[in-house]
């Protein structure tokens, strides 16, 4: 039975929980909440992580997360890739826990992290490529003391730029092109590099529709949230779009530079991707975007014509079943469904056993788990190996016994049939001399008989206007007279000359075949065959008495068959 799980992503801007079932190639939405963020008026400070606690509150006002998949971006989680020989496990497990612990040691600071391997590249041989993820313990027990509010239980942590990979190899159109994936959030884009359905980045970048909303602020000298109004009324980046107020072309021109910037953002990735994995070749053939700030107007447009590719929406929610939610879940959904891409692909890895994955988990948490998932298992293993040890000695015992006995046993069955076995081979040797043996005989038998019977009737039936002048008997085959290749028989093939001036000679002919028909072939039922030809002054006969009997028919086709013998 699938796993439910539910996907929470809390943003400056929105805070999202999708819980549902992976299940049948698609994902079951069962329970949804949105909300906006209240912190997103405000501006905060570096380091302020008040935006989390306030998105995990608005949270607490909708459905208890169950299972819950938490995703991870910003400034305190780190995205690294690392090219290692191939090794076992243990000591890939080894490799990253050392250079876990020396970054902790170079930042000052506890993370938790997770790793997994890239797809096998075909630029890279011999050595794989690692995903490292980590993220500080802070924001982690952040997360929990919001998740506490809910009253939910927790998964475990995973970048949100993971969660969107997910998402789109679920529920995406996967061609054999290299998609660039782009979350754009209000703080953060998360963006993910796929050729086909392999993943080959994934990253979060620090920008986001924050940059649009200060340009608005320092233009028309308002607050946070009214520039977030006016961006929504009347910013628009479609290139030579008709501005029907003064308004709208003051917001859609002081937005330019932060657009700019978000391109440049999603063209550094690519380059990034380029040196970190080492694909100095890599060329992007589409782009996706979703999350909030891929709602304005006109920005895939914008990319489209900045990066010289396809720019598209990327709606996740075209192959989710969503027939579980109530009507004001449902048209929640479908207001919040960009921003909802990254809970549906986190919602997703928790599901679905198969999918890519990062489970990031607190220090204390993944003790605990480890013993209870390891540990306790192995104590329990001990215990049942002592008493299996002590029980198996007494019983091997016995079974030794009755084995030593079955064994005498089976040695004497052997020895039998192995008897029967030699016997067996001489008779199929003996059966194959026979066999050759009996060949020979028909085909000396066929010959002689065959010639006997022929010469007689035709000594009754030649015309006297005709004369044999050859008369040959051969082991052949001729398949007009039902005698394939390989199955060869006796064959008697007769050649005459008629006196010229004969006296309707084709008539007699007819009925000399006639009479030798009836005399040697009969019915055809017992094998037997002829073909007869004349031309002029000459006439053939094939015969074979010792064909294969024509196969069974029905009465009809037999009564047919009948009739060309």
């Not at 082991?475 to 390989?486: C, M, Q």
Request: hydrophobic residues 40%.
């Amino acid at each position: 039975m699938a796993r439910t799980s539910t996907g929470i992503d809390i943003g400056a801007g929105s805070a999202i929980a999708l819980c549902g079932q992976y299940k049948g190639n698609t994902f079951h939405v069962t329970d949804f909440n949105a909300r906006g963020n209240p912190s997103l008026g405000s501006s905060a400070a570096e380091g302020d992580t008040s935006w989390l606690l306030s998105g995990w509150k608005e949270l607490a006002q909708g459905f208890k997360p169950v299972a819950a998949r938490v995703g991870l971006t910003g400034r305190d989680v780190n995205v690294r890739y690392t090219r290692v020989p191939r090794v076992p496990d243990w000591q890939l497990r080894n490799l990253m826990r050392f250079e876990v612990s020396e970054i902790g040691d170079q930042s000052g600071t506890e993370v938790a992290s997770d790793f997994n391997l890239l797809p096998e590249l075909p630029e890279v041989e011999g050595e794989d490529v690692v995903l490292l993820a980590m993220a500080r313990e802070g924001l982690l027990d952040d997360h929990l003391e919001g998740l506490d509010l809910t009253g939910g239980n927790l998964d475990s942590f995973s970048p949100s730029a993971i969660a969107l990979y997910n998402a789109w190899t679920h529920f995406g159109v996967v061609e054999d092109e290299t998609v660039l994936l782009a979350n754009i959030g209000h703080d953060n884009i998360d963006v993910v590099i796929a050729r086909g359905p392999d993943l080959l980045f994934a990253r979060n970048l620090s920008g986001g529709s924050r940059l649009f909303d200060q340009a608005l602020a320092q233009r028309f000298n308002v607050g946070p949230a009214q520039a977030e109004k006016l961006k929504l009324k009347y910013a628009s980046l479609r290139s030579g779009a008709a501005h029907p107020t003064p308004n709208h072309e003051k917001a859609s021109r002081a937005i330019m530079g932060a657009a700019g910037q978000i391109l440049s953002l999603l063209q550094s990735a690519i380059l990034f991707c380029k040196s970190q994995v080492k694909i100095s070749g890599l060329k992007v053939d589409r782009v996706m975007l979703c999350g909030g700030g891929a709602a304005l107007d006109g920005l895939p447009q914008y990319i489209s014509g900045g990066m010289g590719v396809t720019v598209e929406l990327f709606d996740a929610f075209r192959m989710v079943e969503t027939d579980k939610l109530d009507a004001a879940s449902a048209d929640l959904l479908e207001e919040f469904k960009l921003e909802a891409v990254v809970a549906l692909g986190l919602a997703t890895m928790g599901s679905d056993s198969g999918a890519y994955s990062l489970e990031i988990l607190p220090a204390s948490l993944a003790k605990k788990r480890a013993f209870w998932g390891e540990t306790i298992w192995l104590i329990a293993a001990a215990l049942l190996a002592v008493c299996y040890l002590g029980f198996k000695t007494v019983h091997l015992a016995d079974e030794l016994d009755r084995v030593n006995s079955e064994n005498a046993g089976l040695q004497s069955r052997l020895s039998r049939e192995t008897r029967i076995h030699r016997e067996a081979e001489q008779l199929i040797e003996e059966n194959e001399s026979l066999r050759v043996l009996a060949s020979q005989l028909q085909w000396v038998a066929g010959l002689g008989e065959q010639g006997a019977r022929a010469m007689s009737q035709l000594d009754n039936s030649l015309p006297g206007d005709f004369w044999v002048s050859e008369l040959t008997s051969e082991w052949t085959f001729d398949p007009e007279l039902g005698v394939e290749r390989n199955s060869e028989r006796p064959m008697l093939m007769v050649r005459g000359m008629i006196r010229p001036g004969t006296d309707s000679p084709s008539r007699q002919f007819q009925e000399m075949t006639r009479a030798l028909r009836e005399a040697l072939v009969g019915d055809g039922k017992s094998g037997g065959r002829m073909k007869e030809s004349i031309d002029r002054d000459q006439f053939s006969l094939d015969l074979c008495l010792f064909g294969p009997p024509p196969p069974a028919a029905d009465d009809g086709e037999g009564d047919a068959e009948g009739e060309e013998y």
